[in-house]
């Protein structure tokens, strides 16, 4: 059984059809791509599995449970992680209370044990300080943890994103153009990355249009092209497919 | 962190009684009783603040609830059921002290509810109220939710000034004294002018222990999580819809017992307690001590109070109110607190340890900052 099977997914958004009837599989421990040209409808079927919008048809399953139509913290509750195109950090607080916040679903206290400052509270506070240092220690931010998120580097704000999904202990992490905006440096070092990442037994399913990242990195890529699939397969397939050349490739021939 | 968490608050009980030394040796004891109704309007300032600042939700409807809160314990404690006293539910309830005799001006003893079930009830029902409201308003953003809530404070209003039961334009008179412990009433008598003074600042006090505590949990970093960046909160698995609406009943739970409180202190409540007015100086002063900052708005509530009550703004203690809040706006919009020393305190500390990887120029960019806006309204940034 797959993690995640999507079957027949359809979004319009005014007379506009973003996602038009795609179905695919993301097994479990695989590193997958979702690239297309702008406007091909990867963000929102991204955010059809994140829970972010409701698709019009079609079902999402999720470790055999049903997720289309639930919100988001249910999604998330389910063990989907996900980053955002553009950085969603938290201001105001610190890189390490933003990935605390990932382990938000690690904890249980609610409202009043932390009003009363209840010692369970207290205890449950402390792993989750210790797990997200440990995390972005994974990472090699351990040092930024004290620093307000929103003014580190571009690159080292990324990280911190990642290092929040990752502390939520995920099944699968989305990842909504993780190299956007990094340099070739730093997107290497992400490929390197999310190669430690599967071997934590994560699956990934991102939305990427660095092509050496997808083609070197990724175990299979689904092409989307004004919200139909027109491939799915692993790397080299795709990228032998005519009209994946064709639609998303053009005629540069790259 | 264990101990040093709470030095702020022993601090500020330290100022407390540092402030009523000085007016008993200045013979202004009777200073003590406009701090303490400044403390109880505070008390309500905090739950706002939290709202506002915390949950990233505005309320215009505040006074509302610390109206309800007040008029509940006033219109309960203040029943007379003495005529019904052989009727056999009232004989009952009589029995185990939810009614309770006290004496009338007039000579001769009224039943009424015992004013520590009314406190219970005013809780109660400002709580349920802002639990069934907050339902359909919490989902409304920015100037949404300002009209709404805007219109429930109205309604309050009116209620409150529409209803003979309520007293009308009158309100209510006659609160009986509160029976906080024994020996400790909390009431207008000039006799227990010190005791109310350190019983309202022990309340605040112990305020702002719970609401410190909770801002530094699991559920205060979400609230800030929800403020920051909603969307990304939702994403982590946070239950925006349901930790908005827990801090929506807390802030109003926290005003109501305000109200009550500060009805007992003055042995009455009007409806301008619960007018828009009234609401819209809660907003400044949370506004002006800061979003986002618990001891800014304690300091501003119980400066501006303070003088707001001695009568030191005169006929214009609106227009202050008003001209307070624009400059906010203008030249503080983080609040008092943020214009300073935190910039400073911060560049002091991070010159003297070289960093591993400098911090970019990005710095002081307040641009998103969320504190900017007095609705604390951000385009919801819905992606299509």
């Known amino acids: 059984m797959p993690l995640l099977e999507v079957q027949g997914v359809s979004k319009r958004f005014g007379g506009v059809r973003a996602v038009n009837n795609v179905s695919f599989r993301v097994e479990r421990g695989m590193i997958k791509a979702v690239i297309g040209p ?13 829970g972010f919008v409701r698709p019009d048809a079609g079902t999402i399953t999720f470790a055999g449970a049903a997720m289309h139509g639930q919100p988001p913290h249910r999604v998330a509750a389910r063990g989907i992680s996900r980053t955002f195109q553009n950085i969603r950090l938290f201001p ?38 210790e797990r997200a240092l440990e995390v972005m220690d994974f990472l090699g931010i351990a040092h930024l943890a004290e620093a307000e998120a929103t003014s580190l580097a571009y690159g080292q704000q ?3 994103e990642l290092a929040r999904a990752l502390a939520s202990e995920p099944e699968m992490l989305l990842l909504d153009e993780p190299a956007a905006g990094l340099n070739m440096r730093e997107t290497r070092d992400l490929a390197a990355l999310l190669g430690r990442i599967r071997a934590r037994g994560i699956t990934v399913l991102l939305v990427e249009h660095d092509m050496s990242l997808v083609m070197g990195t990724c175990d299979e890529v689904l092409v989307l092209s004004y919200g139909e699939k027109i491939a799915d397969a692993d790397p080299p397939t795709v990228q032998k497919d005519p009209q994946v050349v064709k639609v998303y490739l053009g005629d540069e021939e790259c | 962190m264990p101990k040093p968490r709470h030095l702020p608050v022993a601090i500020f009980l330290s100022a407390a009684v540092a402030a009523h030394l000085v007016a008993a040796q200045a013979g202004k004891v009777f200073l003590l009783t406009q701090l303490t109704m400044s403390a109880y309007y505070t008390l309500a300032v905090l739950g706002l603040s939290l709202l506002m600042g915390y949950a990233g939700q505005i309320s215009l409807g505040h006074a509302g609830f610390f ?56 809780v109660a029902l400002s709580a349920a109220l802002a639990f069934v409201l907050g339902i359909p308003v919490l989902r409304l953003k920015g100037h949404y939710l300002a009209m709404a809530t805007l219109g429930v404070g109205t309604i309050v209003f009116a209620v409150a000034l529409g209803t003979p039961w309520l007293g009308a334009a009158d309100g209510i008179t006659g609160v009986p004294p509160f029976p906080l412990v024994a020996g400790v009433q909390v009431g207008g008598s000039s006799a227990g002018r010190v005791a109310n003074y ?80 009234k ?70 500390r991070r010159s003297p340890a070289p960093e591993p990887e400098p911090i970019p120029p990005h710095e002081e960019a307040p641009g998103d900052e969320p504190a900017a806006g007095l609705v604390g309204a951000r385009p919801s940034e819905e992606a299509p």
């Open chain 2, 67 to 122: 109206a309800v809160g007040g008029y509940t314990s006033a219109a309960l404690s203040t029943l007379d059921l003495s005529a019904h006293r052989t009727a056999g539910a009232v004989a009952a309830l009589a029995k185990v002290g939810v009614l309770t005799l006290r004496p009338q001006l007039f000579g001769g003893e009224a039943l009424g509810v015992h004013p520590w079930v009314a406190l219970l009830c005013a």
């Open chain 1, 92 to 129: 105001g607080m610190s890189a390490l209370e933003n990935v605390m916040v990932g382990r938000y679903l690690r904890a249980r206290a609610g409202f009043l044990a932390g009003m009363l400052g209840l010692g369970r509270a207290r205890r449950e506070d402390r792993a989750a300080g």
């Open chain 2, 198 to 277: 350190y019983v309202a600042f022990g309340l605040l006090a112990a305020a702002m222990v719970l609401l410190a505590n909770l801002v530094q949990s699991r559920a205060g970093r979400a609230l800030r999580a929800i403020h920051g960046a909603e969307d990304a909160a939702n994403a982590m698995g946070v239950d925006t819809a349901a930790l908005k609406l827990r801090t929506f009943v807390l802030s109003a739970v926290l005003a109501a017992v305000a109200g009550a409180f500060l009805t007992h202190l003055n042995a009455a409540i009007g409806p301008s307690e619960a007018s828009i007015m």
């Open chain 2, 279 to 348: 609401s819209v100086k809660y907003v400044a002063i949370v506004a002006v001590g800061g979003m986002g900052s618990l001891w800014g708005a304690l300091a501003t509530s119980l400066t501006l109070s303070f003088l707001s009550l001695r009568g030191y703004f005169g006929e214009l203690d609106d227009a202050v109110f008003g001209l307070v809040l624009v400059t906010a706006m203008l030249f503080a919009p983080r609040g008092i607190l943020a214009l300073r020393p935190q910039a400073a305190l911060a560049r002091l």
């Open chain 1, 38 to 50: 702008n406007g091909a409808g990867k963000t929102s079927l991204f955010n059809m599995v994140s």
């Open chain 1, 158 to 160: 990324r990280a911190v």
